[in-house]
């Protein structure tokens, strides 16, 4: 019974030790010091919840960051400083499972477009689930979904040469 019970919260201290290292966001705007975000940390920056139809069609509120907000945070400078050598940079989107797509800060800076871009921590009002994992990013307005990264784990913005 003790040895039983020992592996149960031997098992339960494992599940939580890797839930919360999965919730871990790293964001790295160049030669920025990286941020790490966990869903707690993001949990307290303003959320906006958008209206977006999901992959099957169905409608669905989704609550969250908007991106923008977050690389500001790690560094990026949008705005007036959204200008010549910076309009090389790119936003590399990296999910737990490998899946990565590329972003342009023009795209989500509220001085450029009002179309949101947001990272997701939660849909209709409950947090997402495993396999959407801590954070999505939620594009209500692209018509296709290969954008909404599931699983984020890295956010890294990089310059072309
Ligand atoms: N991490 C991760 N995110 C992903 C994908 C993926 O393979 N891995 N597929 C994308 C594609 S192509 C689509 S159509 C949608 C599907 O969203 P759904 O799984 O919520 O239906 O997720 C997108 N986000
Ligand atoms: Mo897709």
């Not at 966001?25 to 030669?31: A, R, S, T, Y």
């Not at 949008?78 to 590399?92: I, M, N, T």
Request: aromatic content about 6%; overall charge neutral.
């Amino acid at each position: 019974m003790t040895a039983y019970l020992r592996g149960f919260l031997g098992c339960l201290v494992l599940a939580l030790a890797i839930t919360s290292h999965a919730s871990e966001l790293i964001v790295k705007v160049g030669e920025e010091k990286p941020l790490k975000l966990t869903a707690e940390d993001l949990e307290l920056l303003p959320h906006q919840t958008v209206k977006a139809k999901d992959h099957g069609g169905l409608e669905a509120e989704w609550t969250g960051v908007p991106l923008y907000q977050v690389l500001q945070q790690a560094g990026l400078r949008l705005g007036d400083s959204l200008r010549g050598s910076a309009l090389a940079q790119y936003v590399l989107v990296t999910a737990a499972d490998g899946y990565r797509t590329v972003f342009a800060p023009p795209e989500f800076d509220p001085r450029c477009t009002d179309d949101p871009v947001i990272l997701a921590d939660a849909v209709n009002g409950q947090s997402l689930d495993t396999a959407q994992g801590s954070f999505r990013i939620v594009l209500p307005k692209e018509r296709r979904h290969f954008r909404w990264v599931r699983q984020v784990v890295k956010i890294d913005v990089l310059s072309a040469r």
